[in-house]
């Protein structure tokens, strides 16, 4: 069977495409890196020949006038109605960390994301759970380990029950163990990752690509039993080889 074909889009600035592409690959899709200025010069590429969208991340533009804003102004200002679009076909979109904020920012997620409560960044490593919801990436998702690198994480909406009600809240911060404490951010509700209405956009600020394999996590081998990021990838590369 022919695997799916996932576009991972990378800006000048973010740093984990090349992670991404390999969660993709082991997952079972076929990742093809394409850079934003590539899409935007071709943007028909995305609807004609993509099964699977992934907005990587890092810090695009070095996060100038805001985490993901440059980013942002860019897809929305000339990329036009082609990411709605493919939103529309039913295909499955992922925003990671900056992508997450790219998301939000252009209106296809809800909420948004502030600095820090610590008012730094932070690398650490966090435990999310899944929650039922529309997401169809968090579907039967077992918890999960993975680390976190961000300033500008602290996810912000102004009635997070209504969220959760609505089947939006795709994945929580949990405590784990000593090296996944809980909340590292102070978002609202524990909220780590949402999703939009139809459950096939999820936007997350930790990194799953980074904890795809046992022996990324720093306790492996020390009596963890850490999840593995790589369910999550799998998840949406099932639905997009369902949708054709």
């Known amino acids: 069977m022919r695997r799916p074909r996932a576009m ?20 079972g899709a076929d990742p093809h890196i394409t850079l934003l200025e590539e899409l935007l010069a071709n943007p028909a590429v995305l609807l004609r020949d993509t099964q699977l969208l992934v907005l990587a991340g890092g810090f695009s533009y070095a996060d100038a006038l805001g985490a993901g804003r440059m980013w942002s102004l860019a897809v929305t200002h000339r990329l036009g109605d082609v990411l709605p679009r493919f939103v529309a076909l039913g295909r499955p979109v992922i925003g990671i960390c900056n992508g997450f904020q790219v998301l939000t920012r252009t209106g296809l997620l809800p909420g948004a994301l ?17 929650p039922a919801s529309n997401s169809i990436w968090t579907r039967d998702l077992e918890p999960i380990e993975c680390p976190i690198a961000h300033g ?25 163990n000593a090296s ?3 909340n590292p951010n102070g978002s609202v509700a524990d909220i780590a990752g949402v999703c939009d209405e139809s459950g096939v956009v999820l936007g997350l600020m930790p990194h799953p690509e980074n904890h795809v394999i046992a022996r990324q996590h720093p306790r492996r081998g020390r009596g963890t039993a850490a999840g593995l990021g790589l369910a999550l990838f799998q998840q949406g590369v099932r639905y997009a080889e369902a949708m054709g």
């Open 8 to 27: 991972v889009l990378a800006a000048p600035g973010t740093n984990r495409d090349h992670d991404v592409a390999y969660a993709l690959e082991l997952a």
């Open 114 to 130: 502030g600095h820090n409560a610590s008012g730094h960044f932070q690398c650490e490593w966090v435990r999310l759970e899944a």
């Open 152 to 176: 500008e994480g602290r996810y912000v909406h102004p009635d997070p029950a209504t969220l959760a009600a609505g089947g939006q809240v795709a994945l929580r911060y949990a405590s784990g």
């Open 180 to 182: 996944a404490p809980g």
